[in-house]
């Protein structure tokens, strides 16, 4: 089975945590950029954040085998701090970066006139650049949100194609797939979708442009669930062809429209003095 986890937040996780993913058959992901839970009160902090995600993190991926791409974005919850909107006028130097593969996360977190001109601004941006977007859908009054973004949506110049709205549910679902947009649906314990909720969607409403992700964090979450899903579809009667679209083929084709993906691995360099990384020296 090999799977490619369209969202997580590497970041957050050990080295451990790469060992285990590769086990289980991942072999390519993208970690969005997103709120790291204590919020950041200046544009620097995004932009040594936006740095680690580039360089730090692809490494730390390819010693495990695999291949680690990145969204960037203002991220919606901190959209409403004045201190952190400059970001918007820095991000065109980082969207041209050869692992950017989308502008991301993206939308609502409490649906604000701030987040409503951060969203607009950055579908705006993803079209300047060739790319598609990654949009969050709230926690909170997620139907509605999920309105307020597709009318967004229609008013930029970003088709639907181009577009994959996260976090989804049963609540959430019809609407987004009638928008054009990509579907996604994050599997994570206690909130959000699980895996029984997830055979259920794919039941009802297929494969085609749905995606799966563990959205694993800093929270209590799992970065095998995107494994544990491809195991329940085949338990459900899914074949292999069905959850090697569900894990793979979909996240390659949207991610693909960037024109970035590069999921061929490198050698990881030896190691230094038994260390992963060199520390020092010539």
């Known amino acids: 089975?090999?799977?490619?986890?369209?969202?997580?937040?590497?970041?957050?996780?050990?080295?451990?945590?790469?060992?285990?993913?590769?086990?289980?058959?991942?072999?390519?992901?993208?970690?969005?950029?997103?709120?790291?839970?204590?919020?950041?009160?200046?544009?620097?902090?995004?932009?040594?954040?936006?740095?680690?995600?580039?360089?730090?993190?692809?490494?730390?991926?390819?010693q495990y085998g695999i291949a680690h791409h990145c969204t960037l974005a203002l991220n919606p919850k901190e959209a409403n701090d004045p201190r952190c909107t400059p970001v918007l006028d820095a991000l065109p130097r980082?969207?041209?970066?050869?692992?950017?593969?989308?502008?991301?996360?993206?939308?609502?977190?409490?649906?604000?006139?701030?987040?409503?001109?951060?969203?607009?601004?950055?579908?705006?941006?993803?079209?300047?650049?060739?790319?598609?977007?990654?949009?969050?859908?709230?926690?909170?009054?997620?139907?509605?949100?999920?309105?307020?973004t597709i009318d967004v949506v229609r008013e930029s110049h970003l088709s639907p194609e181009r577009v994959l709205l996260d976090h989804l549910n049963e609540t959430t679902v019809k609407d987004a797939r009638d928008s054009g947009c990509w579907a996604g649906f994050s599997i994570y314990p206690d909130t959000k979708m699980d895996e029984d909720r997830m055979i259920a969607i794919l039941r009802t409403h297929g494969t085609d442009k749905i995606l799966v992700n563990s959205a694993a964090d800093w929270g209590r979450s799992d970065p095998l669930k995107t494994r544990k899903v491809g195991d329940a579809m085949l338990a459900a009667g899914f074949g292999d062809d069905d959850v090697d679209k569900v894990l793979w083929r979909n996240p390659v084709e949207f991610y693909g429209q960037s024109g970035r993906l590069q999921l061929g691995i490198a050698t990881p360099e030896p190691l230094h003095e038994g260390n992963s990384i060199l520390r020092g020296g010539e």
């Open 1 to 62: 089975m090999r799977i490619f986890d369209p969202h997580i937040h590497m970041t957050s996780r050990t080295t451990d945590d790469y060992q285990a993913m590769y086990d289980a058959g991942v072999r390519a992901l993208v970690e969005p950029s997103f709120w790291l839970g204590q919020p950041r009160t200046s544009p620097a902090s995004f932009f040594d954040y936006f740095d680690a995600l580039l360089g730090w993190e692809p490494f730390r991926a390819a």
């Open 94 to 148: 980082y969207l041209v970066k050869d692992s950017v593969v989308a502008v991301g996360e993206i939308g609502y977190d409490s649906m604000t006139p701030a987040e409503d001109a951060a969203l607009a601004t950055q579908l705006q941006l993803a079209a300047d650049h060739g790319l598609p977007a990654l949009v969050h859908t709230p926690h909170r009054d997620k139907l509605a949100g999920l309105h307020r």
